[in-house]
């Protein structure tokens, strides 16, 4: 019996895991042909934001036909996402002298991005349950 309520308790457990759980697809607009490698950083706060080593999650993907990767077993809740793709394949995000970006990059909800990089609350997006997010690389 003890076996037997033990078992319901861990089925319980899974499926309230699961249930915090969501799965966000991204579809990017890459306004090149290129087939160079995507960048991108999960951020679920804005005291980290666009610092690397503190994002929720950072993963790199290679480019694929369809332009749609997946991001699953987030937990629900606040995100703000920024990805680029690397041109030249060195790793970084390259810019100009004035710090103007030289390769193609976006965030979630497609802010403007004229003098700097927006904000954590402008690139602010809820995961309360699978999504697809559109994002256009500039």
């Not at 090149?32 to 994002?55: G, M, Q, V, W």
């Not at 036909?65 to 937990?75: A, E, H």
């Not at 995000?93 to 904000?119: I, M, Q, R």
Request: aromatic fraction near 12%; charged fraction near 20%; hydrophobic fraction near 45%.
């Amino acid at each position: 019996m003890r076996i037997l309520l033990g078992s319901f308790f861990l089925l319980f457990l899974a499926a309230t895991a699961k249930a915090s759980e969501a799965v966000c697809t991204l579809t990017l607009i890459i306004p090149t042909s290129l087939n160079a490698p995507l960048y991108l950083a999960l951020y679920a706060d804005d005291a980290t934001f666009l610092e690397l080593d503190k994002a929720v999650m950072a993963q790199k993907f290679e480019k694929n036909d369809g332009n749609s990767y997946v991001l699953s077993g987030l937990k629900k809740g606040a995100y703000a996402l920024a990805v680029y793709q690397d041109s030249n394949g060195n790793g970084e995000l390259d810019s100009s002298f004035l710090g103007v970006p030289k390769e193609p990059y976006g965030f979630s909800t497609n802010p403007d991005a004229t003098f700097g990089p927006p904000a954590y609350d402008a690139c602010r997006f809820e995961l309360s349950n699978d999504m697809t997010l559109e994002i256009l690389l500039k």
